[in-house]
Nanobody, 122 residues
Framework: QVQLVESGGGLVQAGGSLRLSCAAS????????MGWYRQAPGKQRELVAS???????SYADSVKGRFTISRDNAQNTAHLQMNSLKPEDTAVYYC????????????????WGQGTQVTVSS
């Protein structure tokens, strides 16, 4: 099964930037949708950004214009460039993969990474 590993989280001051990375390991043929979710204490997990294999993107309204998702289909990696960070962006960020294909007829519906902490101070 696929394993997702996030990196790049940390502490940054408001207005600063961070770049998150997600690497999917395993014998993977393709991943239909890779994205980033976040969850703050007392809040539900929410979609931040996602991108399909063909490049279609989705963003939460709160991050549009500030965050940019990218992915490398050949390497099965995804990145989230976060600019103009705000304290309300503080959360654990999780990498997500959906529609994972290993061979012609071997599939997984989805998988989650362990998460990486992003803390934005004022």
């Amino acid at each position: 099964q696929v394993q997702l590993v996030e990196s790049g989280g940390g502490l940054v001051q408001a207005g600063g930037s961070l770049r998150l990375s997600c690497a999917a390991s395993g014998s993977i043929f393709s991943i239909h949708d890779m994205g980033w979710y976040r969850q703050a204490p007392g809040k539900q997990r929410e979609l931040v950004a996602s991108m399909t294999t063909d490049g279609t993107t989705s963003y939460a309204d709160s991050v549009k214009g500030r965050f940019t998702i990218s992915r490398d289909n050949a390497q099965n990696t995804a990145h989230l460039q976060m600019n103009s960070l705000k304290p309300e962006d503080t959360a654990v960020y999780y990498c997500n993969a959906e529609g994972i294909q290993y061979s012609d007829y071997q599939f997984d519906f989805g998988s989650w990474g362990q998460g990486t902490q992003v803390t934005v101070s004022s």
